[in-house]
């Protein structure tokens, strides 16, 4: 557990420098892993609740959706965040607390787990279908060859609706 008792900075801002790692259940199967991250940042009181301003460094190991090949996704990100206590969050047909851009968490204890905070982000850094590389060719869906290691002996496909255009010829 890496919980902070957010009221230690009740009086004045509390410094935090954590390495964790966290569960390897949790990820989707796209991720292969995540390394130690590294969280260092502050909190702080604020009149609504509290403020967590911190920067997460690690490193995911990612598979490619394409050629199915893992690669690394380094991880550099700023997490903002305000903290709120539940009994001020608002009702449904209230509109969100003012048109802030930071992150609202609600709490129903004064605690904060660091290790949810990072796993939050570690999902919302992966991309939807990660890809080793933007030009990643992938598989040939005839011989099942990698395509990034060369060209497969495959004939060039051909598209049937366009067959009949090849046949044709202008006439003379
Ligand atoms: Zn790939
Ligand atoms: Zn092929």
């Given at each position: 557990m890496h919980l902070i008792d957010l009221t230690r900075s009740d009086t004045q801002p509390l410094d935090f420098d954590q390495r964790l790692r966290l569960a390897s259940?949790?990820?989707?199967?796209?991720?292969?892993r995540v390394g130690e991250l590294h969280l260092e940042g502050h909190v702080e009181r604020t009149s609504q609740g509290y403020h967590l301003g911190c920067r997460l460094e690690g490193e995911a190991t990612l598979r490619c959706v394409r050629c199915l090949g893992e690669f690394a996704l380094a991880l550099d990100e700023q997490v903002e965040l305000e903290l709120i206590p539940a009994a001020s969050a608002p009702r449904e047909d209230e509109t969100r607390l003012?048109?802030?851009?930071l992150d609202v968490v609600f709490f129903d204890a004064p605690s904060l787990d660091l290790a949810y905070v990072a796993a939050e982000q570690v999902l919302l850094s992966v991309p939807m279908k990660p890809l080793c590389?933007?030009?990643?060719?992938?598989?040939?869906?005839?011989?099942?060859?990698?395509l990034n290691e060369g060209p497969c002996e495959c004939p060039p496909e051909t598209d049937a609706r366009w067959a009949t255009l090849q046949q044709w010829r202008p006439s003379e």
């Open positions: 259940e949790s990820w989707g199967e796209d991720v292969v003012g048109k802030t851009e590389k933007q030009e990643c060719r992938g598989f040939c869906s005839r011989c099942g060859k990698n």
